[in-house]
């Protein structure tokens, strides 16, 4: 990675290079500002998803949660093979199947996970499930509270999920929330999330093997033929893409 040799900040961390600034933002409780991030971007552009979260945990620790909608647990198991305490949130909106709630106290066993539930609040009884708002009442807020104080987030999040994704950064700056929020994964295909799957004899989710091949909540989400997009299952008969936790 000539150009980000070339052009390496100070701050642009490498995990087995730990500059002195970065060294004082842990310990001050201080990250990358605003400014470094598409630099730091730039170095992490083609590098293994496995020392971006070893940055990401070993810069930020606990200010840095997973937060994992459980379609499947590849992040987890890179994130928890650098650190088995890493907090993993997942946002239980009341309306998911019940094979992905089983699914999430299966990886949760499995990995003895530092696992935070997250519940909307009363005032998502206002928006009915499938509802306008409903994602925002029960996935947005409730996330933006549970990421109060800290000072990035990570999520698995792959530019080849939605057009809207296609630039998505690998460490990026999350305007609405004013924090950092590392896409580890971003470069990833379908494909290559298969093969760590496959080659790290990961679970999967119970519905995938019946045409869910993206999966939120029950009364959004429909299998797909293989002729379909992988996320034309989501919100059917809406031109709703996005949620809105993946708007930055
Ligand atoms: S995915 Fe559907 S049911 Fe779930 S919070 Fe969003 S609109 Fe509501």
């Known amino acids: ?132 708002r409903c994602c925002e009442f029960r996935k947005v807020l409730p996330l933006d509270r549970a990421l109060t104080d800290r000072t990035a987030w990570m999520t698995g999040l792959k530019r080849v999920d939605t057009p809207a994704r296609a630039h998505a950064p690998v460490v990026g700056w999350d305007t609405t929330r004013g924090m950092i929020k590392v896409n580890p994964l971003a470069r990833w295909s379908h494909d290559d999330l298969a093969r760590y799957e496959s080659d790290h004899r990961l679970p999967v989710h119970p519905l995938r093997g019946r045409g869910y091949l993206s999966i939120g909540c029950s009364p959004t989400t429909r299998p797909v033929t293989p002729d379909e997009d992988v996320r034309a299952g989501r919100w059917p008969g809406s031109r709703r893409t996005e949620c809105g936790l993946h708007t930055a």
Request: charged content about 20%; aromatic content about 8%.
């Open 1 to 132: 990675m000539v150009l980000a040799e070339r052009t390496r900040p100070e701050s642009a961390l490498h995990p087995t290079v730990q500059p002195d600034p970065l060294a004082r933002a842990r310990l001050s409780g201080d990250g990358p500002s605003e400014a470094e991030i598409p630099t730091i971007a730039a170095w992490f552009e083609d590098r293994p998803a496995e020392e971006v979260v070893a940055w990401a945990l070993r810069l930020f620790g606990s200010g840095c949660p997973l937060v994992c909608s459980f379609q499947n647990c590849v992040l987890i198991d890179i994130a928890t093979r650098i650190d088995d305490q890493v907090e993993v949130i997942f946002l239980d909106t009341g309306s998911h199947f019940v094979e992905t709630l089983a699914f999430v106290q299966d990886v949760q066993a499995r990995y003895g996970l530092n696992l935070k539930v997250i519940t909307p609040g009363a005032d998502a009884d206002t928006w009915p499930c499938g509802s306008e």
